[in-house]
């Protein structure tokens, strides 16, 4: 079923079209910035379009004489009541409050479905998030990219996108090789020997004695005494193993699951790397030359050294980076080249998630992904804030037992699932956050994850409460009731799905959260208006057609929240 929004979008491109056909309006112009949206004074109308201010100097027409020509088309329609200019040439329209009470039909009928857009199209995207190292349990660092990643890929889902769900494993550098002597100090620990405090620059959390325990069962003391080379390669992939073990199920606590877990030794060991070297070479875009002296104090012993470099700063780049090292091993950047020329065979578009920490790296990707795919595929990169956790305002203590850091299995245990994954979606995702436990389970307006579940589960309450007054909740009701103070809850209500789109566009799944939170509060102060006005409450003493209907109203709010719920991860509740 259309929704209002996108009905009113097509009403304006008809009229657009009609223009063309009538020779007012010239043919071809570009309409990709035409909108239907709410004005920002709701007195100003119901709805507003800009499509007169973008198309009048394609069309070289005066915006106003081109809006008049268009709210010649607009005023005709059954729906619109009235249909204005503005100031240089927007339209404001009023519409018929049945045009409201037909979104709510269409909330009603679809159901779980209202608000999902074709606007993907179908087309597959690689969302790539968390791909932290594999060096021991998850821990608060991870999780706000983590739930942002996730809520993205689900909101993308939701618009009509494919979408892959991708963690990169970052298990062929330098810090599996310690987490590999780390777990061989736990094994010799295993066997009996007293290790005393872990070295400077080991990993020290207890999580790795299990790993050592089961390298010990299953070895005893055949690696005892014996030179690296003889247990490096098996120590650090049973570590690793171990460790992907944890941090699936940390990630399983908070409802996230990866379609797929790439390797980055996996792409060294198929000499990914290698292929992307030879394609930039046949396109010029990669050559033997020397870098650049460091800035600053140079160091006496620096000497230029010939290394393949990557013509980066043809696309934007601030300088041609190498990919690999002097010893002919590859780069960090030289493997995450060709890493996402992997991810490009099986996407139209990918995304990459990632640290505020990374933002020195964004435009020598993208300049890699760029090169690689011919610029064909649109590549983003989201950077995500670090998390300050607090407890009463206080800064959190760390934890011993995972190695001075607070895991995110501890902190969902704690308050749960959904009051972590809404959370960490209120605010935008490059913004600095904190997350205080006293606050978080906080029941107060001010704590949106409260607000939002309470504003559904109060109109489950309803229903019950609406039954056990003896009135039949599942009555047909009678849309014509609504006065104009009920629409507009459901003005707001219909507003989800071009919110859907505009955060799937934008790549922000705080919109959702921001929305949620409008349209909760929404529905409190519709509530509270009936503590002081009897007429104006949901359950009407006396007047059942009344009450049904405004039953009606409520359980579209009801199931607007429960989607957007959906595309956070979080589960609606039924009573507080």
Same mark, same amino acid.
């Given at each position: ?6 009905r ?31 004005p ?10 800009n499509a ?5 100097k ?6 106003? !004489? &081109?809006? #008049? %020509? /268009? ?5 005709a +329609? ?5 249909a204005?200019?503005? *100031? ?17 039909a269409?909330?009603?009928?679809s159901?779980?479905?209202?608000g999902?857009?074709?606007?993907g ?6 969302i ?6 594999p ?6 660092g ?35 090789d ?5 777990v061989h100090?736990?094994?010799r620990? !295993? &066997?009996? #020997? %007293? /290790? ?5 620059? +080991? ?8 790993? *050592? ?5 299953e070895?005893?003391d ?5 030179p ?5 390669k ?9 460790m992907l073990?944890?941090i ?13 877990f790439?390797?980055?030794a996996?792409?060294?060991a198929e000499?990914k ?16 030359g020397?870098l ?12 230029p ?13 601030d ?45 020598r ?14 590549f983003?990169?989201?950077l ?8 009463g ?10 190695g001075n ?11 749960g699932?959904d ?14 956050m904190?997350?205080d436990?006293?606050?978080v ?7 949106p994850?409260f ?10 309450s ?60 929404a ?15 949901i ?25 957007g ?12």
């Amino acid at each position: 079923m259309s929704t209002l929004y996108a009905r009113f979008a097509a009403h304006v491109d008809a009229a657009l079209d009609a223009l063309e056909t009538d020779g007012v309006l010239a043919r071809g112009l570009d309409r990709r910035n035409v909108t239907v949206e709410p004005p920002r004074d709701a007195s100003h109308g119901d709805l507003a379009t800009n499509a007169a201010m973008v198309l009048s100097k394609g069309a070289k027409m005066n915006p106003r !004489a &081109l809006a #008049e %020509a /268009i709210v010649g088309r607009l005023s005709a +329609l059954d729906e619109v009541v009235s249909a204005d200019i503005a *100031g240089p040439g927007f339209i404001n329209m009023r519409l018929a409050e049945d045009a409201w009470r037909s979104e709510l039909a269409a909330i009603h009928a679809s159901g779980a479905d209202y608000g999902k857009s074709a606007m993907g199209a179908g087309k597959t995207v690689n969302i790539e998030y968390v791909s932290a190292n594999p060096t021991g349990p998850m821990h608060m660092g991870h999780c706000r990219g983590a739930v942002v990643g996730d809520a993205l890929a689900s909101l993308l889902g939701f618009a009509g996108h494919d979408v892959i769900r991708e963690y990169y494993v970052n298990d062929a550098g330098g810090q599996v090789d310690v987490l590999a002597r780390s777990v061989h100090l736990r094994y010799r620990e !295993a &066997l009996g #020997e %007293a /290790i005393g405090e872990i070295p400077e620059g +080991l990993y020290p959390g207890d999580y790795l004695i299990p790993v *050592g325990q089961k390298l010990a069962a299953e070895h005893r003391d055949a690696f005892v005494g014996k030179p690296e080379a003889d247990w490096l390669k098996l120590f650090r992939e049973t570590a690793v193993a171990a460790m992907l073990v944890m941090i699936k199920d940390d990630l399983a606590l908070l409802g996230i699951h990866h379609d797929v877990f790439a390797s980055e030794a996996v792409v060294q060991a198929e000499k990914k790397p290698e292929a992307a070297e030879a394609f930039l070479r046949e396109r010029g875009l990669v050559y033997d030359g020397e870098l650049e002296a460091p800035k600053g104090e140079v160091d006496p012993d620096w000497e230029p050294v010939t290394l393949p470099l990557f013509r980066s700063t043809q696309f934007g780049d601030d300088q041609d980076r190498p990919i690999k090292k002097s010893n002919g091993s590859w780069t960090y950047f030289g493997a995450d080249m060709a890493y996402h020329f992997q991810k490009a065979q099986k996407a139209d578009a990918l995304i990459d998630i990632w640290g505020a920490d990374h933002a020195g790296t964004v435009k020598r990707i993208r300049a890699a992904v760029e090169a690689l795919t011919g610029g064909t595929k649109p590549f983003d990169v989201k950077l995500v804030q670090m998390v300050r956790l607090l407890r009463g305002g206080e800064p959190v203590k760390m934890s011993k037992r995972a190695g001075n850091f607070v895991t995110l299995a501890d902190v969902v245990r704690e308050v749960g699932k959904d009051v972590v994954r809404f959370t960490m979606l209120t605010r935008k995702a490059d913004a600095q956050m904190d997350f205080d436990f006293a606050k978080v389970v906080e029941a107060s307006k001010d704590n949106p994850v409260f607000y939002v579940q309470y504003a559904h589960a109060r109109i489950c309450s309803l229903r019950r409460r609406i039954g056990e007054a003896g009135m039949d909740v599942n009555a047909a009701p009678e849309p014509a009731l609504l006065d104009a103070e009920d629409l507009d809850l459901a003005k707001l209500a219909a507003q989800f799905p071009r919110i859907v789109e505009s955060a799937a566009l934008a790549r922000e799944p705080h919109r959702i959260a921001f929305y949620l939170y409008d349209l909760a509060a929404a529905f409190h102060a519709f509530w509270n208006v009936g503590n002081d006005r009897p007429d104006r409450r949901i359950l009407v003493v006396n007047n059942v057609k009344l009450t049904i209907s405004r039953l009606y109203l409520a359980d579209a709010i009801r199931q607007v929240i429960a989607n957007g719920l959906s595309i956070m991860g979080v589960q609606p509740v039924q009573e507080m």
